[in-house]
C-alpha cells in the first residue's frame, strides 16, 4: 500500500491532467450519446457549453452597447444603480438616445414652469408625491386609502423572491411612504416590517385558502383584522408573464414556513388552476368584489393583463347599472416581469403595456367611470418620462417589480427561474440571500423611490403643473413612422383622458386616509 501511493506521489502534476482528459475523452467517446459535440469533438466540445453559459454575462459586460439590451438596458440600469445609491445619475454631452427613433416618447415643456411657492409642501420635501385619487372613497368602503406614492412595489411573491428581498422590500417601502404589493404567495413575515401593504391573491388562494382549495372569508377576514397594514386587496385575473396560464409549486420546494404562510401541506404539489373557483362570470365577479369589501371594509381591486376587450365591456356595463365595482383595476402588460413562463406566453400572449391599458381606458371612458377608479400601470414604467406618459394616458399610480429587484442589487442575470440568482434576489438558497444587507438594501429601494417622484415631479412642474394627475394626451408627443412622422399620444390612441379631480399638493397632504409616513406625521 505504502509502495502504490509513493508510485502516485511521483507523478507529475501535469500527468495527472492528462489522465483526467484522457477519461473525459473515453466518456465523451464510449459512454454517452446524448451531446453530439462533445462525442464528435470530445474534451474540447465541452468548451462550446461552457462558453454558451456564460455569453449573457460576456454580452451584457463586453459586446451589447448602451442602449440596445433587453428587458433593461445598460443606461437604464444604471439609472436605477445611481438613483438608489444617491449617486450622479446625470448624463453629459447630451443624450445617445436616437430621439427620432419609433416610439421615442417628449414630455412638452411649458414655456415658464410651475413655480413651487415657499410655503409649498414641496419646498419642504421634494419627494412628496401621493395619488391623487382615494382608493374605495366613491364606492363609500369603510377604510379608504390613498397610497402615500404614485410609485410603488408590484406583486412579487415571497417564494418566487427570497425572505431577505422581500424584508428589504418592506422596510423600503415603508420608509418611502409606498406600498407594497404581496404577491399571490401570500402574507409572510417578512411583508410584516412597517410597510403598507396590499394584499394580492390569485386562483390558488394562497393565504385565504380552504383545506380543499378553495377561497376563505373567515380566513380573510382575521387576515385584515390582525394586520392592519393591509391597506388594499387585489383580486389577480392573470398577470403579464402568463395571461391565463396555472402554475404547479412542486411538493419538494414547500418548506414548513412556505406551507404555513401559503396555508398548505408540506412536500405535498400546489396547483394553481388557470381559472378561478369562487366566480366563473363577471357578475359573479363583481358580487365576490363587493363581498370582500363588505366583510373587510378595504377597497378592492383587480389586476389583468389586457387582451380581448368583451367582458371588460360587460363589467363596465355592470358597473354603470349598479353603482357598483372595483375600487382600483391593475393593467399588467404583455412584456412579461419576474414570473417565469413559457416564451410562448411572454412572447406573445397579451397586449404590450401601452396598447393593452389605452385599450381598457376607453372602455370605462366611454362610460364615464374612470373617476371612481384608480387605475395602476405595471409595466416597465419605473423611469420619470415612462410615468409622465403613463400618467397622461389615465395612469393615477404605477407598480414597479423588476425596477425594485435592481434598487436592492438585481444585475438582470435572467436566471429567477432556476434558484440561482447571484444577487440573491429571486432564490431560496440561503448562501445567496446572505449577500443581501437588508437595512442597506431597504435603503436603497427608498432613495430609488424618493430620487423617482423628485425627477417626475421636475419633470411635472417643467411641464406647467402641480400633480401629475394634470397631465393630458396632449403633453407628451410620440414618434410614430416615416410618413407621419411625429403625434400627440391623443392623436395615436383616439382619446383624452377624462380630467382627474385635483385641488393642491396641500389637500393631499392633508388627506386623513393618506398611506404611508406622510400619513403618521400628519397625524404627529
Not at 419538494?252 to 404539489?269: F, M, S
Not at 378592492?300 to 356595463?317: H, M, N, P, R
Given at each position: 500500500m505504502d509502495q502504490l501511493i509513493s508510485i502516485l506521489q511521483s507523478i507529475s502534476w501535469w500527468v495527472w491532467i492528462l489522465i483526467f482528459l484522457l477519461i473525459v475523452a473515453l466518456r465523451d467517446i464510449f459512454f454517452q450519446r446524448s451531446h453530439t459535440i462533445s462525442h464528435n469533438f470530445p474534451v474540447v466540445g465541452h468548451l462550446r457549453y461552457w462558453l454558451e453559459s456564460i455569453g449573457p454575462e460576456m454580452r451584457q459586460y463586453f459586446v451589447a452597447n448602451n442602449r440596445e439590451e433587453l428587458p433593461f438596458n445598460r443606461i437604464e440600469r444604471g439609472w436605477i444603480y445611481a438613483s438608489a445609491k444617491k449617486e450622479n445619475n446625470y448624463e453629459g454631452f447630451g443624450t445617445d438616445r436616437d430621439i427620432y427613433a419609433h416610439q421615442h416618447i417628449f414630455v412638452k415643456n411649458q414655456m415658464m414652469a410651475y413655480k413651487v411657492p415657499d410655503t409649498h409642501i414641496n419646498a419642504t420635501d421634494k419627494t412628496f408625491l401621493p395619488c391623487a385619487k382615494v382608493m374605495g372613497a366613491y364606492n363609500g368602503r369603510r377604510k379608504p386609502f390613498r397610497p402615500g406614492s404614485i410609485i410603488n412595489v408590484s406583486a412579487m411573491s415571497f417564494g418566487s423572491l427570497s425572505a431577505a428581498a422581500v424584508e428589504a422590500m418592506n422596510k423600503g417601502v415603508a420608509k418611502a411612504g409606498a406600498y407594497h404589493n404581496t404577491g399571490e404567495g401570500g402574507l409572510s413575515n417578512y411583508h410584516k416590517q412597517g410597510g403598507d401593504v396590499i394584499f394580492h391573491f390569485g386562483t390558488g388562494y394562497f393565504g385565504v385558502r380552504t383545506p380543499d382549495g378553495n377561497f376563505s372569508m373567515e380566513k380573510m377576514k382575521k387576515l385584515v383584522d390582525e394586520n392592519p397594514t393591509i391597506k388594499a386587496i387585489e383580486i389577480k385575473l392573470s398577470q403579464g408573464a402568463k395571461p391565463g396560464k396555472g402554475g404547479v409549486l412542486p411538493g419538494?420546494?414547500?418548506?414548513?414556513?412556505?406551507?404555513?404562510?401559503?396555508?398548505?401541506?408540506?412536500?405535498?404539489?400546489v396547483i394553481s388552476?388557470?381559472?378561478?373557483?369562487?366566480?366563473?362570470?363577471?357578475?359573479?365577479?363583481?358580487?365576490?368584489?363587493?363581498?370582500?369589501?363588505?366583510?373587510?371594509?378595504?377597497?378592492?381591486?383587480?389586476?389583468?393583463?389586457?387582451?380581448?376587450?368583451?367582458?371588460?365591456?360587460?363589467?363596465?356595463?355592470?358597473?354603470?347599472?349598479?353603482?357598483?365595482?372595483?375600487?382600483?383595476?391593475?393593467?399588467?402588460?404583455?412584456?412579461?416581469?419576474?414570473?417565469?413562463?413559457?416564451?410562448?406566453?411572454?412572447?406573445?400572449?397579451?397586449?404590450?403595456?401601452?396598447?393593452?391599458?389605452?385599450?381598457?381606458?376607453?372602455?370605462?371612458?366611454?362610460?364615464?367611470?374612470?373617476?371612481?377608479?384608480?387605475?395602476?400601470?405595471?409595466?416597465?414604467?419605473?423611469?420619470?418620462a415612462k410615468a409622465a406618459m403613463a400618467f397622461a394616458m389615465g395612469v393615477d399610480c404605477i407598480n414597479v417589480a423588476r425596477e425594485a429587484m435592481m434598487s436592492i442589487g438585481c444585475i438582470q442575470a435572467q436566471v429567477c427561474h432556476t434558484n440561482r440568482c447571484p444577487a440573491g434576489v429571486a432564490t431560496q438558497n440561503k448562501w445567496l440571500q446572505k449577500g443581501i444587507d437588508i437595512p442597506l438594501k431597504s435603503d436603497r429601494l427608498a432613495q430609488y423611490f424618493m430620487t423617482f417622484r423628485k425627477e417626475f415631479l421636475e419633470i411635472t412642474h417643467a411641464s406647467g403643473y402641480e400633480h401629475p394627475c394634470?397631465?393630458?394626451?396632449?403633453?407628451?408627443?410620440?414618434?410614430?413612422?416615416?410618413?407621419?412622422?411625429?403625434?400627440?399620444?391623443?392623436?395615436?390612441?383616439?382619446?383624452?383622458?377624462?380630467?382627474v379631480p385635483f385641488e393642491s399638493m396641500q389637500n393631499l397632504y392633508d388627506c386623513i386616509h393618506l398611506g404611508g409616513k406622510h400619513c403618521e406625521n400628519s397625524k404627529e
Open positions: 419538494a420546494k414547500i418548506t414548513p414556513e412556505l406551507a404555513e404562510i401559503r396555508g398548505v401541506e408540506v412536500g405535498k404539489d388552476p388557470a381559472t378561478h373557483k369562487a366566480f366563473n362570470t363577471v357578475p359573479e365577479l363583481l358580487e365576490f368584489i363587493e363581498s370582500i369589501a363588505n366583510e373587510t371594509g378595504l377597497p378592492v381591486g383587480i389586476k389583468g393583463a389586457i387582451g380581448k376587450l368583451e367582458q371588460w365591456e360587460e363589467l363596465a356595463d355592470l358597473m354603470e347599472k349598479t353603482g357598483k365595482g372595483p375600487d382600483f383595476i391593475t393593467v399588467d402588460g404583455g412584456e412579461g416581469g419576474t414570473g417565469a413562463a413559457p416564451p410562448s406566453f411572454a412572447d406573445h400572449v397579451s397586449l404590450p403595456w401601452v396598447y393593452g391599458f389605452s385599450s381598457l381606458y376607453k372602455v370605462f371612458l366611454k362610460r364615464k367611470l374612470t373617476e371612481r377608479i384608480v387605475f395602476i400601470g405595471s409595466g416597465k414604467l419605473g423611469f420619470p394634470q397631465y393630458t394626451m396632449d403633453d407628451i408627443q410620440l414618434n410614430v413612422d416615416d410618413d407621419d412622422l411625429n403625434r400627440s399620444l391623443a392623436s395615436s390612441y383616439g382619446y383624452n383622458k377624462a380630467k
